[in-house]
Each structure stands twice: as structure tokens, then as C-alpha cells.
């Protein structure tokens, strides 16, 4: 296992850059998440990790080394693909086997990491099998496997899951969190999906036009989004967002509506800003803010209520049950102490 350092690193194409200045260390044996909107120059940081991509300026440290003109292949890494990229006339044993085989290492040697990879995947009973003759779960697992036989001391993984259907990125994403625990390889992840950066991530580095927005853990940058971007990102349903102004002790909105504020507004006043609160942080009352009913969705442990105020649409996620329709009048009042408070000019958190 080891430590990895981005050292003030720039990524430009011609003279157009794509990654400005990231600095930050991913420790030994950590699962980091890269996340962001597509084109925010994740995939490119990771492609720079393994040697993939060259590096405009600054420094990638593995280790305690610098790696900035070390080949890939040199660099002490797995990466896992995307498209899995299986070799198709190979077979799941010999496509895991690949990379020992070039090393030539002993023939038992091989077969041992193998079926040891095989073994904590559960594709034994595949070990003979073509890749066209696996689902998109188990061409994962193949990619993976031949990604530990290595012993590599990073993993990368290059959103391995975007591939597979809803139900089996969710299986996949606790068998890779796994996976890590038993392991305990340093990983470094990317993906687009906010969901997988939160549930499987020690640290979330979240990602926008190239620069690092906010590094934490996921319930840091859930609880204390460091700007409104990363406060719409995280979340799920997303945040509700409210542009108005601090004044006299309340948040007052362009249409004169009045809500309370957070400890963390004390020694504001006269302050255009954006009020943030999440879906989970609206209940159903008789007064607050009043709109009209358009959507309804019940999954069973809580309802999705989706109004219209004002022009805006505002999503509510309650545990109660209410017997409401489209059309109809509703209240919403926040929970104060959940409120976030965004700069309305640069989007920093107040």
C-alpha cells in the first residue's frame, strides 16, 4: 500500500487548461472518491495518477517517490476500466492471469493469486468461462480480479459501475466497500454519481471546471457544504434553494416571505444571500411557506412531495403520510437549524 501526493498539479490540452493547480494527499490504505459533473476533470486527474496522461505542471508522489516520468506500468498500479476491457479470447482464469503471465512469474505462484482473487470475488465456479459468456456483474468482478492478483499498491477504478443496471451497481458498489475493508488498498475512485461517492468513500474530493470545490468525508460535505455548488451536488434529492435577503433577525424572500435562520446568520443583516435547505429538512404544516401541490411520490418508507411556490418548484421528503393530490394547497416550514446560508455573489458558505 501507499500514500499518494498531488503536488500543485495542471493539465492543459494546446493552451487550454482542464485541471488547475489540485493539491491534496490521499493516505495510505484511504478510498477516495474524485466526483463532479462531466468535464470536471476528474478522469483526466486520475489518468494522470497512472501515467495515462502527462502532467502540464507539478508533481504525483506514490510513496515517497515522484512519479511524474515513471511508465505506467512501473507505477505500482491496477486500474479498472469502464468498459472492463477483458480480452475476449481469453478466459476468466487467463484474462486474470494476464499481467502475472508478462511478468513470468512461477506458474503455482500464478495459479495461488488467482484463485485466491477468485475465491474473495466468488468466481470460482467461473474460472473456465469467456467474457461473452458472463453478465456485466461478473466481467466487473473479472476486471477487478485481474486488478488484486497484481498486489498492486493503488487501485484506480474509472467509473467501473456506470455500465450496469440500478439494481446491480448497488450490489457491486457494497461488494467494491468490501472489498476495500478486506484489502485495505489505497483507491482512488471516480464517478459522477454522487450516491456512490457517498456511500462508499472515506473522503470525497468534489470536483468543478477543474479545481477542487471541497475535500472531506461524505456527511462533512453533507452537513457543512463549504458553497452552494457543493450543496446542490451532495444530496439526493437535491437541496432547495431560495434567493433573498437577511434582515431584521429573518430571511425575508423577494415576495416578502419571512423564514427563520440558522445560530450561523447571527451578525448579518442587510445580506442578499441563498437559502439552502434540504428536501428531509421540510415538514407539511398549516402555515409557512404555502404553494400547490404537483407530484406526489410514495416509496413506502417516506413520500416525495413535489410544489410549486411562487414560480418555484420545492421538493419535500416526509416520513408521515398525508393524503394529499396535485392541485391541492400545502404548507412548508423549514427546520431553522438545518438552513445553509450561501454568499448570492461568489456562493461561499456564511
Known amino acids: 500500500m501507499a500514500s499518494i501526493g498531488i503536488r500543485e498539479v495542471w493539465k492543459a490540452y494546446s493552451t487550454e487548461p482542464v485541471v488547475f493547480g489540485i493539491d491534496f494527499d490521499i493516505p495510505d490504505g484511504a478510498f477516495v472518491v ?193 458553497n452552494r455548488f457543493v450543496a446542490g451536488f451532495i444530496g439526493s434529492p437535491s437541496m432547495n434553494f431560495f434567493e433573498g435577503n437577511i434582515s431584521q433577525g429573518l430571511f425575508t424572500t423577494g415576495d416578502g416571505r419571512q423564514l427563520a435562520l440558522p445560530e450561523t446568520a447571527a451578525g448579518y443583516s442587510d445580506t442578499p444571500v441563498t437559502y439552502g435547505i434540504r428536501p428531509e429538512h421540510l415538514s407539511v404544516s398549516k402555515d409557512g411557506i404555502a404553494g400547490k401541490v404537483l407530484v406526489i411520490e410514495p416509496t413506502g418508507s417516506e413520500t416525495q412531495i413535489l410544489a410549486e411556490i411562487d414560480g418555484q418548484q420545492v421538493l419535500a421528503v416526509v416520513r408521515e403520510r398525508h393524503d394529499l393530490q396535485p392541485g391541492d394547497d400545502i404548507c412548508f416550514t423549514p427546520d431553522a437549524s438545518q438552513a445553509h446560508l450561501f454568499d448570492r455573489e461568489n456562493g461561499e458558505r456564511i
Open 34 to 226: 474524485l466526483v463532479g459533473p462531466s468535464g470536471c476533470g476528474k478522469s483526466t486527474l486520475l489518468r494522470m495518477i497512472a501515467g495515462l496522461e502527462d502532467i502540464s505542471a507539478g508533481e504525483i508522489l506514490i510513496g515517497d517517490k515522484v512519479v511524474n516520468d515513471v511508465p505506467p506500468k512501473d507505477r505500482d498500479i491496477a486500474m479498472v476500466f469502464q468498459n472492463y476491457a477483458l480480452y475476449p479470447h481469453l478466459t476468466v482464469k487467463e484474462n486474470m492471469a494476464f499481467s502475472l503471465r508478462l511478468r513470468k512469474e512461477r506458474r503455482e505462484a500464478v495459479d495461488e493469486q488467482v484463485n485466491r482473487a477468485a475465491d474473495i470475488l466468488g468466481l470460482t465456479n467461473l474460472l473456465d468461462r469467456y467474457p461473452r459468456a458472463l453478465s456485466g456483474g461478473q466481467r466487473q468482478r473479472v476486471a477487478m480480479g485481474r486488478a488484486i492478483v497484481r498486489d498492486a499498491s493503488v487501485f484506480l477504478f474509472d467509473e467501473p459501475l456506470s455500465n450496469l443496471d440500478a439494481k446491480l451497481r448497488v450490489q457491486m458498489r457494497t461488494e467494491l466497500k468490501a472489498l476495500h475493508q478486506r484489502l485495505k488498498t489505497t483507491t482512488v475512485y471516480v464517478t459522477h454519481d454522487q450516491i456512490e461517492a457517498m456511500t462508499m468513500a472515506d473522503i470525497i474530493v468534489v470536483m468543478q471546471e477543474g479545481v477542487i470545490m471541497q475535500l472531506g468525508t461524505p456527511l462533512e460535505l453533507y452537513d457543512h457544504p463549504a
